[in-house]
């Protein structure tokens, strides 16, 4: 089945406790991508990446890492988490950057203390 | 930089149209599309529309673009229990990478 998996589904951590979010997709696409998503704010996307080792800032980069090194897979690094990290995460992927079928992940819900 | 805006929320009668409307800043936006998130549950992308087009209608679902007044809407025709969700507005331009998403108009039909 066509998917994009993010790990965990749910995470409760600490501040400045390193942490990375999984995200993997077997459709052999191009483009992946990390949403954040806030109440009243919609979605806001932190890095995308157009394919293998180029990765580029999205609208809300700081305090994120991300790597590219294999097509399917897309980590999401929180090198130090802090409370305004806290957040609901979507990773997708779309076949090309043009984004007519991006795929969402389910989520991933982070609460940091 | 770049804006999308929408209404936080809409309620309307079973049986009834819904109208969801979205306003864009980018006067390059290429591509306009409008995605449906269930409770607990990713994105899914509904319809887009090109920028050239004026219309695009599937099956209960209508987007009218007015590139002018940079105003995007999606009707749902005879709006079911089941089209209750987040509906969610966004553009990207030609140069692809870059999604810019409203806030999201929650959609509550009720029976």
């Known amino acids: 089945e066509a998917q994009v998996t993010q790990n965990p589904r749910y995470l409760i951590t600490v501040t400045g406790k390193k942490l990375t979010v999984t995200c993997s997709q077997n459709?052999?696409?191009?483009?992946m991508s990390w949403y954040r998503q806030d109440p009243g704010l919609g979605l806001r996307q932190i890095y995308y990446?157009?394919?293998?080792?180029?990765?580029d800032k999205g609208d809300v980069p700081e305090g994120y890492k991300v790597s590219r090194k294999e097509k399917r897979n897309f980590p999401l690094i929180l090198e130090s988490p802090s409370p305004n990290q806290t957040s609901l995460y979507f990773c997708?992927?779309?076949?090309?950057?043009?984004?007519?079928?991006?795929?969402f992940g389910s989520g991933t819900q982070l609460s940091v203390l | 930089g770049e804006d999308v805006e929408q209404s936080l929320f809409l309620s309307v009668r079973e049986g009834d149209s819904s109208v969801i409307n979205c306003t864009y800043t980018?006067?390059?936006?290429?591509?306009l599309y409008w995605y449906k998130q269930e409770p607990g549950a990713g994105l899914q992308l509904l319809t887009y529309?090109?920028?050239?087009?004026d219309m695009k209608q599937d099956q209960r679902l209508t987007v009218l673009l007015n590139k002018k007044d940079k105003h995007l809407s999606l009707r749902i025709a005879d709006t079911q229990t089941g089209d209750s969700a987040i509906y969610f507005c966004?553009?990207?331009?030609?140069?692809?990478?870059?999604?810019?998403f409203g806030q999201g108009t929650e959609l509550s039909v009720k029976p």
């Open positions: 997708a992927s779309s076949l090309f950057a043009r984004n007519e079928k991006l795929f």
């Open positions: 459709m052999n696409h191009e483009y």
């Open positions: 990446s157009m394919n293998v080792e180029v990765t």
């Open positions: 980018d006067s390059s936006s290429t591509y």
């Open positions: 529309i090109f920028s050239n087009m």
């Open positions: 966004a553009e990207s331009n030609n140069q692809g990478g870059k999604l810019i």
